[in-house]
């Protein structure tokens, strides 16, 4: 069983940067699609970026796009996002989790890291 501990969030002012990382145990990480979500203080989770098994797909949410880099590193069982230019509405808890071909995702969630952006 995948276990995932997130890392790396803060409080940054408007237009900083912020890197999370999402550390997976387990020998089967390097099988799953990984994604990084967020869930902002009364909305729903959504999925901000995801990377294919090899790391050479990736695909990013709308609100993310050309800010946000989402990247892995299958030896290290490492999933990394790279945050620029963050802006208010990026304030959230932030979580990885492993993504089905379906779209579901196939992992508990794990605690998550705050990131929030404000003046």
């Known amino acids: 069983q995948v276990q995932l501990v997130e890392s790396g969030g803060g409080l940054v002012q408007p237009g900083g940067s912020l890197t999370l990382s999402c550390q997976a145990s387990?020998?089967?990480?390097?099988?799953?699609?990984m994604g990084w979500y967020r869930q902002a203080p009364g909305k729903q989770r959504e999925l901000v970026a995801r990377i294919g098994s090899s790391g050479i797909t990736t695909n990013y949410a709308d609100a993310v796009k050309g800010r946000f880099t989402i990247s892995r590193d299958n030896a290290k069982n490492l999933v990394i996002l790279q945050m620029n230019s963050l802006q208010l509405e990026d304030t959230a808890v932030y979580y990885c989790?492993?993504?089905?071909?379906?779209?579901?995702?196939?992992?508990?969630w794990g605690q998550g890291t705050q990131v929030t952006v404000s003046p």
């Open positions: 989790n492993a993504i089905y071909g379906n779209g579901a995702t196939a992992l508990g």
């Open positions: 387990g020998t089967i990480f390097s099988r799953y699609t």
